[in-house]
């Protein structure tokens, strides 16, 4: 009984030392890069700047969302119905990672509930992104 207990015990440490906050470097990279226009809560700003909290055209893109920000969107976006046509400037300084990590947490973020992006689906998408 006792070999069976600090197994379970030693595997749950384990596990928990492997589940970190998947979300914590994409926060604040959102919160460094992208907030001062999208708003802290995603909420965007009336015309001028689309949403990303409960965003269709976000959810839709997946990795293209990946494009978006390394090289900027230029020409009009239509967002939950709503056209937009500010352009969004470029992220060229922010790693494959640092993009992964920030669009897998404004697709979890604000009512969104999106799929985990992996590294290597953006890594492949950034090299097919039409600058």
């Known amino acids: 009984m006792r070999p069976i207990f600090l197994l379970s015990f030693l595997l749950l440490g384990l596990f928990a030392c492997e589940q970190p906050n998947a979300y914590g470097d994409g926060a604040m990279l959102y919160e460094k890069h992208c907030a001062n226009c999208h708003g802290d809560q995603g909420e965007g700003l009336e015309e001028l700047i689309p949403p990303l909290a409960q965003a269709d055209a976000l959810m839709q893109a997946g990795t293209a969302a990946a494009c978006w920000v390394r090289y900027g969107l230029h020409g009009p976006i239509l967002v939950n119905g709503q056209e937009f046509d500010n352009e969004m400037p470029e992220n060229k300084a922010l790693s494959?990672?640092?993009?992964?990590?920030?669009?897998?947490?404004?697709?979890?973020?604000?009512?969104?509930?999106?799929?985990f992006l992996q590294l290597d689906q953006v890594q492949e998408q950034l090299l097919n992104c039409q600058k």
Do not use: C, F, P, Q
Not at 96 to 115: D, F, M, P, Q
């Open 96 to 115: 494959a990672v640092e993009i992964t990590n920030v669009l897998n947490y404004v697709r979890n973020s604000w009512g969104n509930k999106g799929e």
